[in-house]
């Protein structure tokens, strides 16, 4: 089967498992975790605050915050620092050149498994030059962990595909909070969707993306003549990046393979400890579907406190 045709069959069978859940779930219950929703209804929005040593601040409050849409300064409903259990996506390379690193980001995610909320829902999507469901749905660890053990690599990097397909199965979860957590070494080369298709993806998506790229030595890291262009090292960092900011989600490039697995411990905190802002979007709701609106967090006095917040750009109304 070629990877277009795969593409297509992991994309209807995505649809069509879409619409059976659909069918089967019912008007949510009071008290139930609200979700970021697209629909200018109430807006959640996961926010990470960080000072200026990088280390995560977990002891704000809800005056210490602003919430704007396209500008609009909205009332915050609900806040709270709030472990909630997510549906997590872990997706992971195992192309020919992860030979030799797999035995550490084994050790990582295993490490990420161990710190996360036992309560998640997981599944795994792995890559080579194609992206494939390797675990669906799952709370139960060993399962990942089978997966994972089996991988055998091999091949190409499919990276954006592995991307696209992970967030909009994501999606699909039964959980409010919405997380994929990509692991590669390389940049992509394999891939059908190009980096603006899935950038525009994950930005019309209520999912987290977190990459932790630890980049090939071959990658060249040379800007040409005086060094006046981007190397092509650092476009691929830079279009990393790009899909993890736009979500409220990091990109981190650990130099050597002994930091792969405090770049996964990082994730596993943040997760933990991340602000949940709510509110009801007072602009207009006669809208046109798709339009942008911009969400920007703000805190208070944040350049005098030495803090910086870490949240989603804003959403597509759907």
């Not at 619409?19 to 929703?37: I, N």
């Not at 977190?210 to 960092?237: H, M, Q, T, Y």
């Not at 002994?258 to 207009?284: H, K, M, T």
Request: hydrophobic letters at 40%; aromatic letters at 10%; glycine letters at 6%.
């Amino acid at each position: 089967m070629t990877r277009r045709a795969r593409l297509g069959f992991f994309l209807i069978t995505a649809l069509i498992t879409a619409g059976l859940l659909g069918a089967l779930t019912s008007s949510p219950a009071v008290g139930q975790t609200a979700k970021f929703k697209a629909d200018v209804d109430q807006v959640v929005v996961y926010a990470a605050v960080y000072d200026k040593t990088d280390q995560l601040v977990s002891t704000l409050t809800k005056e210490d915050f602003e919430v704007y849409e396209n500008k609009i300064l909205q009332e915050v409903t609900y806040f709270g620092l709030d472990d909630v259990p997510s549906t997590i996506g872990i997706v992971m390379d195992y192309s020919g050149s992860m030979r030799g690193k797999k035995e550490q980001v084994d050790q990582a995610t295993e490490l990420f498994l161990q710190m996360m909320n036992p309560s998640n829902e997981l599944f795994l999507l792995a890559f080579n030059s194609e992206a494939d469901l390797k675990e669906d749905f799952t709370r139960d660890v060993e399962d990942i962990r089978d997966a994972l053990f089996n991988l055998i690599t091999n091949g190409g990097t499919a990276l954006y595909d592995a991307i696209y397909l992970a967030v909009e199965h994501a999606a699909q979860g039964s959980e409010p909070k919405k997380v994929v957590i990509v692991f590669t070494d390389g940049e992509d080369k394999d891939s059908y969707y190009e980096l603006e298709e899935v950038l525009e993806k994950v930005q019309e998506s209520d999912v987290q993306v977190f990459l932790v790229a630890f980049l090939d030595a071959d990658l060249p890291d040379d800007g040409g003549f005086f060094g006046l262009s981007r190397s092509p090292r650092e476009k691929v960092a830079q279009a990393m990046a790009s899909l993890a900011d736009a979500t409220g989600g990091k990109a981190l490039f650990p130099q050597k393979k002994e930091d792969i697995e405090g770049a996964f411990q990082a994730i596993a905190n943040e997760l933990r400890n991340q602000y949940r802002l709510a509110y009801v979007s007072n602009l207009p709701r006669e809208q046109e579907k798709g339009e942008w609106r911009s969400v920007q967090v703000r805190l208070l006095d944040a350049r005098e406190r030495g803090l910086k917040v870490q949240a989603r750009k804003g959403y597509h109304v759907r």
